[in-house]
């Protein structure tokens, strides 16, 4: 019965380190930007590639 109580403890101690860090996310501005994500999908195709390593250098 006491691990059950260990339990609901630590479970409140990590839902509250979360709750704060969910409000200081929102109050430093994390989740301002709502109109980025509905276009980056329009910008996709003019990212740059990487170009491709040489593959007649890799041992075998």
Do not use: C, H, W
């Not at 479970?11 to 709502?34: P, R």
């Not at 276009?39 to 491709?52: H, Q, S």
Request: no cysteine.
């Amino acid at each position: 019965m006491e691990v059950v109580y260990i339990t609901i403890g630590v479970s409140i101690i990590v839902a509250v380190f979360f709750f704060i860090v969910f409000i200081k996310s929102v109050k430093s501005g994390q989740y301002e930007d709502t109109y980025t994500p509905s276009v980056r999908m329009l910008f996709d195709d003019e990212l740059v590639a990487k170009p491709k390593e040489n593959i007649k250098n890799q041992p075998e």
